[in-house]
């Protein structure tokens, strides 16, 4: 049975945002996802019709949102609904809402030398299998300071600093690039890369986004799978489990 995704793009046009909307597509596709693309926010709105998808994808920076819509995100996700993107795309959507940083993970507030920073992504151990069998690579793009939860599992990291600024006083810091979270019943991944559709292209980011969504879609079925282990114990604790 195919899965259903939905992908909502938009926000500044500087993150190519349509054309990042269409690798994605492309990607679930291969994956035998149905995929409903949409620029609009108001894609948010029905809380029911969200419940029914296995993956949202969102792609929009520097935006506002109304309050209801993050709520009705956030309860979808709860119940099982995985959450998956990258970049400002996801994690510099909407700066406003504390709520959506919370969901997400994190919230971007700095990239020191803007764009064209050749830097290093390092893979690190985890008990999460999404990253296995990458090694570390270079990557000339945006390098991503976040803010983020503690609660996350990192996958990958930057060092910090590479470019000199005020932030290079401290000590060097290994930054988060990938990383997983639970919101709920949910499972939430983000990726930092993909500051265009050039970088979204390349193969090993590519293939971080393939197996994010993956294992974000997995969620449902764990939620089903945590509701009926529940309503099975709740049957034996009544005394309405199977007769002797």
């Given at each position: 049975m195919?899965k259903?995704?939905l992908i909502?793009?938009?926000?500044?046009?500087?993150?190519q945002?349509e054309?990042?909307?269409?690798i994605?597509?492309?990607?679930?596709?291969e994956e035998n996802?149905q995929v409903?693309v949409?620029n609009?926010?108001?894609?948010y709105?029905?809380?029911?019709?969200?419940?029914?998808?296995d993956?949202?994808?969102p792609?929009?920076t520097?935006?506002?949102i109304?309050k209801?819509y993050?709520?009705n995100?956030s309860e979808a996700v709860?119940?099982?609904?995985g959450?998956?993107?990258?970049?400002?795309g996801?994690c510099?959507?909407?700066?406003?809402?504390?709520d959506?940083?919370f969901?997400?993970?994190g919230n971007?507030?700095?990239?020191p030398?803007?764009?064209?920073?050749e830097?290093?992504v390092?893979?690190k151990?985890?008990?999460?299998p999404?990253?296995e069998?990458f090694?570390d690579f270079?990557?000339?793009?945006e390098?991503?300071y976040?803010?983020f939860d503690?609660?996350?599992?990192?996958?990958?990291?930057t060092?910090?600093?590479?470019?000199d600024?005020?932030?290079?006083?401290?000590?060097?810091?290994?930054?988060?690039v990938v990383?997983?979270?639970?919101w709920g019943?949910?499972?939430?991944f983000?990726?930092?890369l993909?500051?265009?559709?050039d970088?979204?292209?390349?193969?090993?980011?590519?293939l971080?986004?393939?197996?994010g969504?993956?294992w974000?879609a997995?969620?449902?079925?764990?939620?089903k799978?945590?509701t009926a282990?529940?309503?099975?114990s709740?049957?034996?604790y009544?005394?309405?489990?199977?007769?002797?």
């Amino acid at each position: 049975m195919k899965k259903n995704a939905l992908i909502v793009w938009g926000g500044w046009d500087g993150h190519q945002p349509e054309q990042v909307a269409e690798i994605f597509k492309g990607i679930l596709k291969e994956e035998n996802f149905q995929v409903e693309v949409s620029n609009s926010l108001d894609s948010y709105s029905d809380l029911e019709k969200l419940k029914t998808l296995d993956l949202i994808v969102p792609h929009w920076t520097m935006g506002e949102i109304e309050k209801k819509y993050v709520l009705n995100i956030s309860e979808a996700v709860m119940n099982g609904v995985g959450l998956a993107g990258c970049h400002g795309g996801m994690c510099d959507s909407f700066r406003n809402n504390v709520d959506w940083q919370f969901i997400t993970g994190g919230n971007w507030v700095a990239h020191p030398g803007n764009d064209g920073v050749e830097y290093m992504v390092n893979i690190k151990y985890s008990s999460s299998p999404l990253l296995e069998g990458f090694t570390d690579f270079k990557v000339t793009s945006e390098q991503y300071y976040l803010h983020f939860d503690p609660a996350i599992e990192v996958l990958a990291t930057t060092r910090f600093p590479v470019v000199d600024g005020p932030h290079a006083a401290n000590k060097a810091v290994d930054m988060p690039v990938v990383w997983t979270k639970r919101w709920g019943q949910g499972n939430v991944f983000y990726n930092s890369l993909g500051h265009q559709a050039d970088i979204v292209a390349m193969p090993e980011v590519s293939l971080i986004m393939r197996r994010g969504f993956l294992w974000a879609a997995e969620g449902k079925k764990r939620a089903k799978s945590i509701t009926a282990s529940n309503d099975k114990s709740a049957r034996l604790y009544t005394g309405m489990g199977d007769s002797q």
